[in-house]
């Protein structure tokens, strides 16, 4: 089972890179470069789609006292976090050649960095309780403050200041993406939301196991 | 008794705790003291460079002595040995976080007053105009340090390293906050009327509703044991 | 407007290099609990 769900990923891990390199036009202001977006723009969707996983199976553990979801929230929010940092990365780099600097304090930089810190301190928090039960409580407090403290980092970083260019898929207006980038940018989000749900289940699997070996 | 009534119990007894100690209060006036004497020898005389990072200096004078107050929100129960005491509450315990975080706003605000008219006097700046303006985004950015400092000080206060993580914790969860007060502040330094931030007070609420509503629902799980 | 390959071949590698080294680090630590497991029979 976990076995096909890497495959799968790979495949459309691969199917993403020939959609980024080969199928996707070569963008008019930009440059090449503009394939850098393939990799940053699913990174980031799927590391908040994780993140929003953690917020419910926070939620989940603390209502039921399932294990089960404390589980997949700690497996979600640290591979929210991988994705998360190699979208950061990975816009910095788009960011040399196209702003001319690695890191400018630009709205969405900012508040994705922020929210990278909220969990970070997750991590941490889990890694500095020794009672495991204990541990799994806090940290789904901390998880579900965390996720709703998300759309309030965005709103205030967002008036603080604007820069980048205004998000061109999520938007009241529907999406003003030609179609040839945005079926690339689909097939990567859809390859790298593969990628983070065999990382999950790998995750919660080897938690499993260490909490057997433990017991 | 009735729920209102035991939230006030608990932030009755921490001050009169703190009002015959008057351990963190001295301490902290003092400290808020030295952080002024600290920018103002950071920075250097230039009352223009001054002026223009006032609001955020402000902020971080609040911010800063808010960490040492909050962080020491259930020290007193671990010390002495009341966290039973305080377990064996009867009732809901959400009534206790209110309770706690009734003491520490106002000791918060307390420190925030004289920090605020210690600013107009070394920094001489003018806002009496500014003030009733002021003093809303003042009291909404505190409830929402306070609402997330007393919950995280709960959930910190029987780890090792609690010194270290309840700031590593609080302060990008404040984000928002600390972003909203001083654009707010700034606007209302500089003479602007209230309505020119409204939106930024509109978060401030939405900040403090989240978080208080979080705080409520969540505290009964951080204090179980 | 240059294309500048340089940064995008190494976005995509440090992708690569990121997602790589933590399946390798899940694999890692999956075979040595496995290993631990097998060395203490008695265990389950």
């Known amino acids: 089972m976990t076995r096909i769900l890497g495959w799968l990923a790979a495949a459309g891990l691969a199917a993403g890179l020939v959609m980024a390199f080969a199928v996707a036009p070569r963008e008019a202001t930009q440059g090449n470069v503009q394939r850098i977006m393939y990799v940053h723009v699913p990174a980031v969707l799927v590391a908040y789609l994780a993140f929003g996983v953690v917020f419910v199976g926070s939620i989940a553990y603390l209502w039921k006292r399932a294990e089960a979801a404390d589980r997949v929230a700690r497996a979600c929010a640290e591979v929210g976090l991988l994705f998360l940092g190699v979208s950061i990365a990975t816009g910095s780099i788009w960011g040399k050649p196209t702003w001319g600097t690695w890191w400018t304090w630009d709205a969405r930089i900012t508040s994705v960095t922020i929210v990278f810190v909220i969990f970070l301190g997750y991590l941490l928090l889990r890694g500095m309780t020794e009672d495991p039960e204990r541990g799994a409580r806090y940290a789904a407090v901390l998880g579900i403050l965390g996720a709703l403290n998300i759309p309030l980092v965005h709103q205030s970083v967002n008036w603080w200041r604007t820069l980048h260019q205004p998000a061109s898929m999520l938007k009241a207006g529907g999406i003003t993406m030609p179609a040839s980038i945005l079926v690339p940018v689909l097939v990567n989000v859809a390859a790298f939301a593969l990628l983070c749900a065999y990382f999950v289940v790998k995750r919660v699997r080897l938690l499993e196991a260490e909490r057997e070996a433990l017991a | ?225 | 407007m240059p294309d500048n390959w340089g940064f995008v071949i190494a976005a995509y590698l440090l992708a690569a290099a990121a997602f790589g080294l933590y399946w390798r680090r899940l694999c890692r630590r999956e075979r040595a609990l496995r290993a631990a497991r097998a060395a203490r029979p008695g265990a389950r």
Request: aromatic letters at 10%; a negative charge; glycine letters at 8%.
């Open chain 2, 1 to 225: 008794m009735s729920y209102a009534r035991r939230a006030l119990v608990v932030a009755w007894k921490d001050l009169l705790v703190e009002r015959r100690s008057k351990e963190t209060l001295n301490a902290l006036l003092f400290f808020s003291l030295l952080l002024l004497f600290v920018f103002q020898l950071a920075l250097g005389p230039d009352r223009e460079r001054l002026a223009s990072v006032l609001p955020g200096l402000l902020w971080i004078g609040f911010i800063l002595s808010g960490l040492l107050a909050l962080g020491r929100t259930f020290l007193l129960e671990r010390e002495h040995d009341c966290w039973e005491g305080l377990l064996l509450a009867p009732g809901d315990k959400s009534a206790i976080y209110l309770g706690k975080l009734a003491g520490n706003l106002v000791v918060m605000v307390a420190v925030e007053a004289l920090v605020l008219a210690l600013f107009v006097l070394f920094f001489n700046i003018d806002i009496t105009g500014a003030l009733p303006g002021l003093a809303l985004v003042i009291g909404l950015g505190t409830i929402g340090l306070a609402a997330v400092g007393t919950l995280f000080a709960a959930m910190t206060a029987h780890l090792r390293a609690r010194e270290l993580l309840f700031p590593v914790l609080f302060l990008p969860m404040e984000v928002p906050v600390l972003l909203g007060t001083v654009q707010a502040t700034e606007a209302l330094f500089l003479g602007e009327p209230l309505s020119a931030v409204s939106h930024w007070l509109q978060l401030l609420l939405a900040a403090d509703v989240i978080y208080l509503t979080a705080g409520i629902l969540t505290f009964d799980f951080i204090l179980e044991g």
